[in-house]
């Protein structure tokens, strides 16, 4: 089995080294899925998730990227992670937040340096750092309600290359 990344990391990440060619390799997820999956190949690029029944707002997916710099031998890059709408939201909301924050800095600096005050400044700033805690709370929880998935998503994987060769 591939071991997950730390636990910090919101999108943990795996490889996998198998003894196949890249066409041998591609032709394994080219099969008609099993419920409830679905896979969708594009080249190298593969995703494999939950059929809409199965599909919640927390559900994630595997993207695999295949590669193979050597004759008779491929790699499995896999990355889980939410639904990509949901992942892009989620950044543009971080990304919101610290903007915002840089804002009410530089005018918090603005104002302090013609001596007006700036405690409402202050508390905006402080309430943004609060909104980004939450934020990467909800993110956190999010992971640990799609860890199931996570596994049985990982399962399957193993299950589509059980019959290849894998290397350590």
């Known amino acids: 089995m591939s071991e997950l990344t730390n ?3 919101l999108r943990p990440r795996f490889k996998i080294d198998v003894l196949s060619d890249l066409d041998t390799l591609k032709a394994v997820f080219d099969v008609k899925p099993k419920k409830p999956f679905t896979i969708k190949r594009i080249d190298e690029h593969v995703y494999l998730r939950f059929v809409k ?16 710099f050597e004759k008779g031998k491929s790699t499995i890059h896999g990355v889980f992670g939410p639904n990509p709408t949901l992942w892009t939201f989620f950044m543009f909301l971080h990304f919101g937040v610290a903007t915002l924050f840089i804002i009410l800095g530089i005018f918090a600096y ?4 013609l001596g007006h ?6 508390i905006g700033m402080g309430f943004l750092v609060i909104i980004w805690f939450v934020l990467y709370a909800f993110g956190r929880l999010g992971k640990s309600k799609g860890k ?11 299950e589509l290359v059980r019959h290849l060769p894998i290397t350590k």
């Open 148 to 158: 199931s998935q996570m596994a049985e998503l990982n399962a399957y994987l193993y």
């Open 53 to 68: 029944e199965r599909t919640s707002f927390w559900s994630p997916q595997l993207h695999l990227e295949l590669t193979s």
């Open 117 to 122: 005050d700036i405690t409402m400044m202050w």
């Open 110 to 113: 603005s104002k302090y340096s």
């Open 7 to 9: 636990e910090i990391v």
